[in-house]
Nanobody, 125 residues
Framework: QVQLVESGGGLVQAGGSLRLSCAAS?????????MGWFRQAPGKEREFEAG????????IYADSVKGRFTISRVNAKNAVYLQMNKLKPEDTAVYYC?????????????????WGQGTQVTVSS
């Protein structure tokens, strides 16, 4: 069974940076997977922010974070990261790591098969 565990959330001032980590386990390799980072603010739906194709490293981003966030992965550690720079108060949300058994990066919540428990990111103004 695939398990995803996020870490690295916290409180940061606007303009600051945070790096989220997602430790993936339950498989020896995730080479046929796509990984995504989503976020959900209070009263809002969960939204796609960034995705990466594990094998090729190809990435896509939501317009709201393009140029500020960077998704990456380290194969040897089965880990995925989200580097968040120039944070804004509107980035405040619970951030979730997700895994899709299809290698195609999808932006839809329903496309992902496994989810972490989430980590809170709060950006103060």
């Amino acid at each position: 069974q695939v398990q995803l565990v996020e870490s690295g959330g916290g409180l940061v001032q606007a303009g600051g940076s945070l790096r989220l980590s997602c430790a993936a386990s339950g498989r020896s390799t995730f080479s046929n997977y796509a990984m995504g980072w989503f976020r959900q603010a209070p009263g809002k739906e969960r939204e796609f922010e960034a995705g990466i194709r594990w094998t090729s490293g190809r990435t896509i981003y939501a317009d709201s974070v393009k140029g500020r966030f960077t998704i990456s992965r380290v194969n040897a550690k089965n880990a995925v990261y989200l580097q968040m720079n120039k944070l804004k108060p509107e980035d405040t949300a619970v951030y979730y790591c997700a895994a899709d058994r299809s290698p195609v990066i999808d932006t839809l919540v329903v496309a992902y098969d496994y989810w972490g428990q989430g980590t809170q990111v709060t950006v103060s103004s």
